[in-house]
C-alpha cells in the first residue's frame, strides 16, 4: 500500500510538472488575472506572482507571462522585454509538444507583447524582427494586424489600413469557455476599431482628405460604444473618445474645439492611472495652445510630456512633435538659445527614426516579396498544375515588370537630377555663386537680429566664400566667428533666423557646389580618389563625403563622374 502511495504521488507530481494543458479552476484564476490587469492590476500581479511559482510547468508559464504584461501597461518596458524573452526560452526548452495548440498560444502571446513593446519604442525594426522570426507561432488574422500596423507607421496607408481591416473581419468571435467574459471578448475587436481609427487620422497627414477623419472618428465611436454598454471602464472609456475626437478636430485645424475636448480631462480622473494617456492628453494640449499662441501653456504642457517620456519612452514621433513646438515657442518668445537647443533635438531625433525606418521599410520591400514566393510556391504544390504554372508565371512577369519599372523609373529621377545639377551648375556661372541650391527653396527671414550685424555677417561670409576657405577642414562655428569678429551665438542666430538652415548645413552646400563645379568643368579631377577628393574639400575620408554628396544631390559621387564621362 506504501509502495503504491509513493508510486501514485510521483504519477501525479509528473503530471501536474508536465501537463499539456490547465485544470479547470486554473483556466478561471487566468481569465481573472487576464480581467484585473485591467480593472485591478495590483491584485492582478500578485496573483500572477503565486502562479508563476506553481508546480505545474504549464501553469507557471501563465503566470510568468501575466507578470511582465503588468510590467508592460506600466510601461516599463525593458523590464518587461527581459521578463518575456526568458521566459520564451523557458518555454521552448520545455516538455511542452511544439505542435500543440498550447505551446503555440504561449509563444504567440509573448512574441504579440515584444512586438507592441518595440513598435511603441518606435524600434519598428526589431518589430518587425520578432514577428518575422516567430511567424508560424502567430495566428494569421493576429500577424496581419501586426504587419498592417508596421505598413501604417511606414507611410502605406492603404496596404496597411487593408491589412487592419481583414484582420477584423477574419478574426473569430470566440465562444466563451471556461472563465471567459463577453465583455473581455467585446474589448478584443474595440481595440482593432480603435487601431484603424488611429491609422486612419496618419493618413489624413499625408492626404488632407477630411473624410478620413470622419473614418477615424466613426471607428473611435464604435469602438467606444461596444464597452459603453457593458458599462466597462465607462469613465476611462469616454476619456479616450474624448482625447481621440480631439485629435481629429486639432488635424482639422479647429483648436477651439480640440481644447475643449481635451480640457475634458478633469471629468476623467481615471486617466491619472495611466502615464500614456496622460502624456497624450498632455501634447495635444501643448498643440493646441502652440497653434492658439499661448506659448507659455504650450510650453507648460510640453516640458510635462518630455518628463514623462523619460518613464516611459513611448513614441518617438510625438517627442519630436513636443520638440518641434517647443523650438518654434521658444523662437516666438525671442529666446534663441533654447530654440537652437530644441532644433538641435528635432534634428538628432529626425536622424534616428529615419535610420530606423531606413531598415524597416528594406525588411518590408523583401518580406513582401517573400509572401509573394511563399503564395506561389503554395499554389505549385495544389494539383491543378496547368493554371498553376499560368499563375507563376504572371505573378513572376509582374514581379519582373515591376522590378524593371521601379529601377527605371529611379534611373529616369537620377538623370531628371544630374540635368538639373548640369543646368543649375552653368547658371551659377553666370551669378553669384552662393544663389545655387540643389533644392531651391525661398528664404522667409525671421531675423530677431540687428540688421547691420546682418549686414556685416552676409558681407564677411560672402568674401570667405570667393576665398574658399570652406574648404579648410577648420571650417567651423567658432572658426567662422573669429574670421567675422563675432561670437558663435550671433553667427548660430544668424544662420537659422536668416539664411533658415544650420551652419553644417550651409557648409555641405557650399563643399558640394564646389565638388560638382569641379568635376564638371575640370575632367581631371573625376580621376581622383573619393578619398583624394574628400580632402580637397575639407572631410577627412570619403564615407562622410559620398553621405552628404546624396543628402545634397540625391546621387553618389560615382554615378554623377559617370553620367559626366558618358555626357563628353
Same mark, same amino acid.
Given at each position: 500500500?506504501?509502495?503504491?502511495?509513493?508510486?501514485?504521488?510521483?504519477?501525479?507530481?509528473?503530471?501536474?510538472?508536465?501537463?499539456?494543458?490547465?485544470?479547470?479552476? +486554473?483556466?478561471?484564476?487566468?481569465?481573472?488575472?487576464? +480581467?484585473?490587469?485591467?480593472?485591478?492590476?495590483?491584485?492582478?500581479?500578485?496573483?500572477?506572482?503565486?502562479?508563476?511559482?506553481?508546480?505545474?510547468?504549464?501553469?507557471?508559464?501563465?503566470?510568468?507571462?501575466?507578470?511582465?504584461?503588468?510590467?508592460?501597461?506600466?510601461?516599463?518596458?525593458?523590464? $518587461?522585454?527581459?521578463?518575456?524573452?526568458?521566459?520564451?526560452?523557458?518555454?521552448?526548452?520545455?516538455?511542452?509538444?511544439? $505542435?500543440?495548440?498550447?505551446?503555440?498560444?504561449?509563444?504567440?502571446?509573448?512574441?504579440?507583447?515584444?512586438?507592441?513593446?518595440?513598435?511603441?519604442?518606435?524600434?519598428?525594426?526589431?518589430?518587425?524582427?520578432?514577428?518575422?522570426?516567430?511567424?508560424?507561432?502567430?495566428?494569421?488574422?493576429?500577424?496581419?494586424?501586426?504587419?498592417?500596423?508596421?505598413?501604417?507607421?511606414?507611410?502605406?496607408?492603404?496596404?496597411?489600413?487593408?491589412?487592419?481591416?481583414?484582420?477584423?473581419?477574419?478574426?473569430?468571435?470566440?465562444?466563451?469557455?471556461?472563465?471567459?467574459?463577453?465583455?473581455?471578448?467585446?474589448?478584443?475587436?474595440?481595440?482593432?476599431?480603435?487601431?484603424?481609427?488611429?491609422?486612419?487620422?496618419?493618413?489624413?497627414?499625408?492626404?488632407?482628405?477630411?473624410?478620413?477623419?470622419?473614418?477615424?472618428?466613426?471607428?473611435?465611436?464604435?469602438?467606444?460604444?461596444?464597452?459603453?454598454?457593458?458599462?466597462?471602464?465607462?469613465?476611462?472609456?469616454?476619456?479616450?473618445?474624448?482625447?481621440?475626437?480631439?485629435?481629429?478636430?486639432?488635424?482639422?485645424?479647429?483648436?477651439?474645439?480640440?481644447?475643449?475636448?481635451?480640457?475634458?480631462?478633469?471629468?476623467?480622473?481615471?486617466?491619472?492611472?495611466?502615464?500614456?494617456?496622460?502624456?497624450?492628453?498632455?501634447?495635444?494640449?501643448?498643440?493646441?495652445?502652440?497653434?492658439?499662441?499661448?506659448?507659455?501653456?504650450?510650453?507648460?504642457?510640453?516640458?510635462?510630456?518630455? +518628463?514623462?517620456?523619460?518613464?516611459?519612452?513611448?513614441?518617438?514621433?510625438?517627442?519630436?512633435?513636443?520638440?518641434?513646438?517647443?523650438?518654434?515657442?521658444?523662437?516666438?518668445?525671442?529666446?534663441?538659445?533654447?530654440?537652437?537647443?530644441y532644433a538641435q533635438k528635432s534634428l538628432e531625433l529626425i536622424q534616428s527614426i529615419e535610420g530606423i525606418k531606413s531598415k524597416s521599410l528594406n525588411f518590408l520591400h523583401n518580406y513582401d516579396l517573400n509572401i509573394i514566393k511563399e503564395e506561389s510556391n503554395n499554389i505549385i504544390a495544389s494539383k491543378n498544375y496547368f493554371k498553376i504554372s499560368l499563375f507563376?508565371?504572371?505573378?513572376?512577369?509582374?514581379?519582373?515588370?515591376?522590378?524593371?519599372?521601379?529601377?527605371?523609373?529611379?534611373?529616369?529621377?537620377?538623370?531628371?537630377?544630374?540635368?538639373?545639377?548640369?543646368?543649375?551648375?552653368?547658371?551659377?556661372?553666370?551669378?553669384?555663386?552662393?544663389?545655387?541650391?540643389?533644392?531651391?527653396?525661398?528664404?522667409?527671414?525671421?531675423?530677431?537680429?540687428?540688421?547691420?550685424?546682418?549686414?556685416?555677417?552676409?558681407?564677411?561670409?560672402?568674401?570667405?566664400?570667393?576665398?574658399?576657405?570652406?574648404?579648410?577642414?577648420?571650417?567651423?562655428?567658432?572658426?567662422?566667428?573669429?574670421?567675422?569678429?563675432?561670437?558663435?551665438?550671433?553667427?548660430?542666430?544668424?544662420?537659422?533666423?536668416?539664411?533658415?538652415?544650420?551652419?553644417?548645413?550651409?557648409?555641405?552646400?557650399?563643399?558640394?557646389?564646389?565638388?560638382?563645379?569641379?568635376?564638371?568643368?575640370?575632367?581631371?579631377?573625376?580621376?581622383?580618389?573619393?578619398?583624394?577628393?574628400?580632402?580637397?574639400?575639407?572631410?577627412?575620408?570619403?564615407?562622410?563625403?559620398?553621405?552628404?554628396?546624396?543628402?545634397?544631390?540625391?546621387?553618389?559621387?560615382?554615378?554623377?563622374? +559617370?553620367?559626366?564621362?558618358?555626357?563628353?
Amino acid at each position: 500500500m506504501h509502495k503504491f502511495s509513493l508510486t501514485f504521488i510521483l504519477l501525479l507530481y509528473i503530471h501536474l510538472t508536465f501537463s499539456q494543458e490547465l485544470n479547470e479552476s +486554473e483556466i478561471k484564476r487566468t481569465r481573472i488575472i487576464q +480581467e484585473q490587469l485591467i480593472s485591478n492590476p495590483e491584485k492582478a500581479y500578485t496573483e500572477a506572482l503565486e502562479i508563476s511559482n506553481s508546480t505545474n510547468e504549464l501553469f507557471r508559464f501563465y503566470g510568468k507571462y501575466y507578470v511582465a504584461n503588468y510590467f508592460y501597461n506600466k510601461s516599463e518596458f525593458t523590464y $518587461s522585454k527581459k521578463l518575456l524573452i526568458v521566459l520564451i526560452d523557458s518555454i521552448e526548452k520545455s516538455k511542452l509538444d511544439k $505542435s500543440s495548440k498550447v505551446y503555440q498560444d504561449l509563444i504567440g502571446m509573448c512574441v504579440n507583447k515584444l512586438f507592441y513593446i518595440h513598435k511603441n519604442l518606435g524600434e519598428y525594426d526589431l518589430a518587425l524582427f520578432y514577428l518575422d522570426k516567430y511567424k508560424n507561432a502567430v495566428q494569421k488574422n493576429r500577424f496581419n494586424e501586426q504587419y498592417g500596423l508596421i505598413k501604417v507607421a511606414m507611410g502605406d496607408y492603404i496596404n496597411g489600413i487593408a491589412l487592419l481591416k481583414r484582420e477584423l473581419k477574419t478574426t473569430p468571435h470566440l465562444k466563451l469557455g471556461v472563465g471567459e467574459k463577453k465583455v473581455m471578448n467585446k474589448k478584443l475587436f474595440a481595440d482593432k476599431y480603435n487601431i484603424i481609427g488611429e491609422a486612419y487620422q496618419k493618413y489624413y497627414l499625408q492626404s488632407k482628405k477630411k473624410v478620413l477623419l470622419d473614418s477615424a472618428d466613426y471607428h473611435f465611436n464604435v469602438a467606444a460604444n461596444m464597452m459603453l454598454q457593458d458599462n466597462f471602464q465607462p469613465e476611462y472609456t469616454k476619456a479616450l473618445l474624448s482625447m481621440r475626437e480631439a485629435k481629429s478636430a486639432a488635424l482639422a485645424g479647429n483648436y477651439d474645439k480640440s481644447l475643449s475636448l481635451y480640457r475634458k480631462r478633469k471629468s476623467y480622473p481615471a486617466i491619472n492611472d495611466n502615464i500614456r494617456t496622460v502624456q497624450l492628453f498632455d501634447l495635444g494640449m501643448a498643440d493646441c495652445f502652440h497653434h492658439l499662441k499661448q506659448v507659455d501653456s504650450a510650453l507648460y504642457y510640453c516640458n510635462k510630456y518630455i +518628463e514623462s517620456y523619460q518613464i516611459t519612452k513611448v513614441s518617438k514621433e510625438n517627442l519630436l512633435m513636443a520638440y518641434n513646438i517647443m523650438t518654434q515657442c521658444y523662437n516666438e518668445k525671442k529666446d534663441s538659445k533654447n530654440a537652437y537647443r530644441y532644433a538641435q533635438k528635432s534634428l538628432e531625433l529626425i536622424q534616428s527614426i529615419e535610420g530606423i525606418k531606413s531598415k524597416s521599410l528594406n525588411f518590408l520591400h523583401n518580406y513582401d516579396l517573400n509572401i509573394i514566393k511563399e503564395e506561389s510556391n503554395n499554389i505549385i504544390a495544389s494539383k491543378n498544375y496547368f493554371k498553376i504554372s499560368l499563375f507563376s508565371i504572371l505573378i513572376i512577369l509582374i514581379v519582373v515588370v515591376l522590378s524593371f519599372y521601379y529601377y527605371h523609373k529611379k534611373q529616369k529621377e537620377k538623370h531628371y537630377r544630374f540635368l538639373k545639377i548640369i543646368q543649375s551648375l552653368k547658371e551659377s556661372q553666370v551669378s553669384d555663386a552662393d544663389d545655387l541650391q540643389i533644392s531651391k527653396t525661398e528664404i522667409q527671414p525671421k531675423q530677431t537680429i540687428d540688421e547691420e550685424l546682418i549686414e556685416k555677417i552676409a558681407l564677411g561670409l560672402k568674401k570667405l566664400e570667393q576665398k574658399e576657405t570652406f574648404l579648410d577642414p577648420n571650417f567651423k562655428l567658432a572658426f567662422v566667428a573669429k574670421k567675422l569678429n563675432t561670437n558663435t551665438a550671433y553667427l548660430s542666430q544668424y544662420f537659422n533666423q536668416v539664411m533658415q538652415k544650420t551652419f553644417s548645413e550651409y557648409t555641405q552646400e557650399l563643399r558640394i557646389h564646389y565638388v560638382l563645379q569641379k568635376l564638371k568643368d575640370a575632367p581631371y579631377f573625376r580621376k581622383y580618389t573619393l578619398q583624394a577628393i574628400a580632402e580637397e574639400v575639407g572631410y577627412k575620408d570619403a564615407n562622410t563625403l559620398v553621405r552628404v554628396f546624396k543628402k545634397q544631390t540625391g546621387l553618389s559621387p560615382n554615378y554623377f563622374i +559617370e553620367q559626366l564621362e558618358s555626357t563628353n
